[in-house]
């Protein structure tokens, strides 16, 4: 849900983290402070103008938002984990021409991320959003760190589990880290995906075989260190923190998420009570393998569903990478691609389901259609 600076620790290269994904909190790793803002500057258009934008309406500042159509939650068993799902719509509404679709949120992110686009779909259908392994209510694995290849082996086994392994093509959505699992997913599976949204997926920088040994020992010395996720005071605190680093995040919607990407633990010894992320605090460990990007667009290039690029019109990636990576060469990287169709909503950040859901849902559902 926040977007600090993906822990792209970029000295020497080591930052090619390949958990790309949804949300961050205040740290630093590596020396690198991830505090930073998810979008560009506001502009300041003219008043008149600003009035006109849905988000922008007046709102109550401590008012929580009311889903329209309230998710069930449910959990699958796989791969020795229990699987927390939030799911929309009845299973009555599928058909080969409207499959479920499935939601993959971003890193430090959870599956509740997509209920604005829910929300906003016109018409009623099957959705489906998983929380990833360690994040929201889904099990934390045993292990200290978390690999990329991981995400494409639980999405897997999860929908084995829910539509069994001979089922046909679902529709496919995702964001961040979720867009890049989607990407890679629809490569390697071509035949079980109908229609493919990503969104801000921009997968990762190239890496050089030179970066290995320092990517290692970077990998062997955070071993010894433990990650830690802050807490947080209060929930408006953290409905606070998400604003502070998306300013495009209404109120409202900021103070639902906090309550869907956060716990309230109780107070000990007279102590008052504190709110704890739901993340396993080791997603913030980097990866000790670099990512290939050759091998990435080898599976880009087996991708036969019709695929659907949304990006935001302020999303700034050299908060991430520097020049070492720019969306230029990622939609150089998008043209492998057999089919896709590429739209900018605006004004929006990296989290632009939370800040334009209304655009989002029309042009997914126009795509999905």
Avoid: C
Avoid at 96 to 109: E, S
Avoid at 172 to 182: I, R, Y
Avoid at 203 to 230: D, H, N
């Amino acid at each position: 849900m926040l977007e600090l600076g993906k822990a792209a620790y970029q000295a020497d290269d080591i930052g090619e983290i390949p958990r790309l994904g949804g949300a961050d909190e205040e740290g630093s790793v590596g020396g690198l402070v991830l505090h930073a803002p998810i979008v560009q500057p506001d502009p300041a258009p003219p008043a008149a103008a600003r009035a006109a934008l849905p988000y922008d309406a007046a709102m109550d500042p401590v008012a929580s938002y009311p889903p329209r159509r309230p998710a069930t939650s449910r959990f699958v068993s796989a791969r020795g984990l229990n699987h927390h799902l939030l799911e929309w719509g009845s299973t009555a509404l599928v058909s080969p021409a409207r499959p479920t679709l499935v939601m993959l949120h971003g890193w430090m992110d959870v599956a509740a991320s997509f209920q604005f686009v829910v929300d906003a779909l016109a018409d009623e259908r099957h959705v489906i959003a998983l929380d990833w392994r360690g994040f929201g209510a889904t099990d934390t694995p045993a292990g200290d760190t978390y690999f990329f290849h991981e995400y494409l082996g639980d999405l897997e086994t999860v929908l084995d589990a829910l539509f069994g392994a001979g089922r046909g093509p679902l529709d496919l959505l995702g964001h961040s880290m979720g867009g890049n699992v989607a990407m890679l997913y629809s490569g390697v599976r071509p035949d079980k995906v109908r229609r493919l949204v990503n969104l801000e997926g921009f997968g990762m920088p190239r890496s050089r075989p030179e970066q290995a040994p320092k990517r290692l020992a970077f990998w062997l010395a955070g071993l010894k260190q433990p990650e830690t996720l802050r807490p947080y005071d209060s929930l408006e605190a953290v409905a606070g923190r998400l604003q502070k680093t998306n300013p495009l995040l209404r109120a409202d919607r900021a103070r639902w998420l906090a309550g869907h990407w956060s716990r309230r633990v109780p107070g000990e010894g007279g102590q008052p009570d504190t709110w704890h992320l739901l993340a396993d605090p080791n997603h913030k460990r980097s990866s000790p393998i670099l990512a290939n990007v050759d091998e990435w667009l080898e599976a880009y290039k087996r991708i036969a569903a019709p695929v659907l690029w949304v990006e935001g019109d302020r999303t700034d990636v050299s908060i991430w990478w520097g020049d070492r990576y720019t969306k230029a060469e990622f939609h150089e990287r998008l043209n492998v691609v057999k089919d896709v169709e590429r739209h900018v909503v605006a004004p929006a950040g990296h989290m632009l389901h939370h800040d334009r859901p209304e655009d989002v849902a029309r042009l997914v559902e126009s795509f999905l259609a």
